[in-house]
């Protein structure tokens, strides 16, 4: 069964508004004839149109400004469509922006009652899940606090038990999971799991594409207020991902005269692998990633060292190797097909999105007979099962690396 029919949804701002040049233009405005500056229309969306069954688990992705939220928005009811139409079948619970769902001025307490009441439950309805929610929100000592007190982490719990757990058909959840510990972003995912094997529907917007990968069987990317990609989540994922980058992160020259080659050496392939052999395009920043080149030697007698270069979104070479493998470390090579792996230990990257440039040179003055740039890329996630050296910091992590250190901390004695 359907449970979300959305068919050539559109909606349209202005931007900026009417000014008036003169008095008489202003004067002309009042009648429809105004001469001034005139307002920018802005579709925000533009004739999105999709279905969505009972029990589906669907992400939507895209940049910031793409549409998703102005869609959340109406799938919500809290704004209406230019034009086309969204039908739901069911009850909603939405988690929109922080600040969005209570009255400020109410207690945690009367703010469930009051989401209860508007999502058309009894009193009695709600009592049967209080102290459900209240336990998983885990702000028990806060309930009878006006939420205006609540930092935004309280805020996000609450609001979250609250909509996941008055059993909504459709719960709709934005980007506010970033706020607050990870510990409870874990436990987030898990509740909307349990609420698709249910048989509801979950509707989940996100930048986190681990989130996404985990939990959705299906995914929406929206770009300029438009459907580009709509299907299976990996394919999505790793389609947005390589759209990211205008590269993937595996390349492979089929005909021969293409391919970057000098006098002793041409390059036939490149790609960026987990150690099971799989094309890595989101790489989990705890596990190992290959980088593979594989090259043919033309003209025998050469010594050759393939090498890659490292850098980030920025730009920054993050660092560079060379193969340092024993068994050919100058040693001339032998006409044939040739591949050398280079291993990128888990808990190395930050976060982000890298690219891959390949270079292979001789040992005479450095000699160079291939470098090419930004051959393939790939990105890297950090999860949120606090094993990595984020550990159960969920705010922002800086520098172009994060390595998981070994830490030690003892109590020292104090003097006496």
């Known amino acids: 069964m359907k449970t979300i029919e959305v068919e050539n949804l559109s909606k349209r701002y202005f931007l ?4 008036a040049n003169s008095i008489r233009d202003a004067i002309a405005g009042l ?4 001469s ?18 009972d029990g589906d688990r669907l992400g939507v992705i895209g940049h910031n400004g793409a549409g998703k939220s102005t869609l959340l928005k109406i799938l919500s009811r809290i704004t209406k469509p230019t034009l086309g139409h969204a039908r739901i079948h069911g009850r909603v619970g ?19 009652y009051l989401s209860g009441a508007i999502l ?23 309930l009878d606090t006006p939420v205006k007190h609540y930092s935004s982490g309280m805020y996000m719990r609450l609001a979250f038990s609250v909509a996941a757990h008055l059993e909504p058909e459709v719960l709709i959840v934005d980007e506010v999971l970033a706020v607050g510990d990870t510990s409870f972003q874990r436990k987030c995912l898990d509740k909307m799991e349990e609420i698709g094997r249910q048989g509801r529907t979950v509707l989940f917007v996100s930048h986190n594409l681990h989130a996404i990968s985990r939990f ?3 995914t929406i990317w929206i770009e300029s207020g438009r459907i580009r990609e709509d299907g299976d989540t990996q394919s999505v994922i790793s389609k947005y991902l390589d759209t990211e980058s205008h590269i993937g992160s595996i390349r492979a020259w089929d005909e021969v005269e293409s391919a970057p080659q000098s006098q002793y050496v041409r390059l036939r392939r490149v790609r960026v692998s987990t150690e099971d052999g799989e094309t890595a395009v989101n790489a989990d920043i705890r596990l190992p990633l290959v980088l593979e080149v594989e090259y043919e030697i033309l003209e025998a ?21 060379n193969d340092v493998d024993a068994k050919w470390r100058n040693i001339p090579r032998e006409v044939g097909h040739f591949s050398s792996r280079a291993k990128i230990p888990g808990n190395f990257l930050a976060e982000g ?10 040992p005479l003055n450095n000699e160079s007979h291939i470098m090419e740039d930004n051959v393939v890329s790939f990105s890297v996630f950090d999860s949120i099962e606090g094993d990595s050296a984020r550990g159960d910091y969920s705010g922002n992590m800086i520098g172009v690396v994060r390595p998981l250190l070994e830490w030690n901390t003892s109590r020292v004695k104090a003097d006496v």
């Not at 010594?303 to 190797?321: E, M, S």
């Open 16 to 19: 900026g508004g009417y000014r």
């Open 31 to 34: 009648f429809g004839g105004a």
């Open 36 to 53: 001034g500056s005139k307002r920018k229309e802005f579709w925000a969306l533009k004739d999105v149109s999709f279905d969505v069954s």
């Open 94 to 112: 939405s988690l929109l922006e922080v600040g969005t769902g209570f009255h400020n001025e109410l207690t945690g307490r009367e703010n469930i």
């Open 120 to 142: 058309g439950m009894r009193h009695s309805e709600i009592d049967v899940k209080f102290d459900e929610i209240v336990a998983f929100s885990e702000i028990e000592e806060f």
């Open 216 to 218: 959705c069987n299906r």
């Open 301 to 321: 007698g050469r010594v050759l060292t393939p090498a890659f270069h490292i850098y980030n979104d920025q730009g920054i070479c993050l660092f560079g190797t």
């Open 353 to 362: 999105t890298f690219r891959v440039s390949v270079a292979v040179f001789g």
